[in-house]
């Protein structure tokens, strides 16, 4: 299978195989007028397989929805057909309209224009909690 390189754009690289489609659809990537290409278990020497897509254009991208769903992914910068940067991506802090509280009693339940904020509780087990309810993200 050939995806034909890009000339300006994000490539975003090192996704666990399948865990692309969700970031897609977190990015809201379907709302580009660009050409985007989402490749699925491509093979991978470091990982075994992994997600890579292509974005052909130069977006701004959440970097916080990246870290919550793979915290391990590289996002590559593309500038006349060459990497010009490379950037990793971290476990973010702080959550904001990502996730959503699933707990009947928290108050965004009821104030729908509150802000869907979660903090990060437990690094080592990605956990992230409600800033308003302290539930547990699901």
């Not at 000339?7 to 975003?12: A, R």
């Not at 897609?24 to 075994?48: F, Q």
């Not at 707990?103 to 802000?115: D, S």
């Amino acid at each position: 299978m050939t995806v034909d390189t890009i000339k300006n754009g994000i490539v975003i690289d090192h996704i666990t195989a399948g865990l692309g489609m969700k970031i897609y659809s977190l990015l809201k990537l379907e709302e580009l007028d660009c050409s985007v290409a989402l490749i699925k278990n491509a093979p991978s020497r470091k990982m075994g397989k992994k997600d890579i897509i292509k974005i052909n254009e130069a977006i701004d991208l959440k970097a916080d929805i990246l870290g919550y769903v793979d915290p391990d992914v590289t996002v590559n910068i593309i500038k006349d057909g060459k990497t010009v940067e490379k950037r990793q991506i971290a476990l973010p802090e702080r959550l904001e309209n990502v996730i959503t509280c699933k707990n009947p009693r928290c108050i965004t339940t009821t104030e729908q224009e509150l802000p869907q904020i979660f903090k990060l509780t437990d690094k080592e087990n990605r956990i992230y909690r409600c800033i308003y309810c302290e539930s547990k993200a699901k």
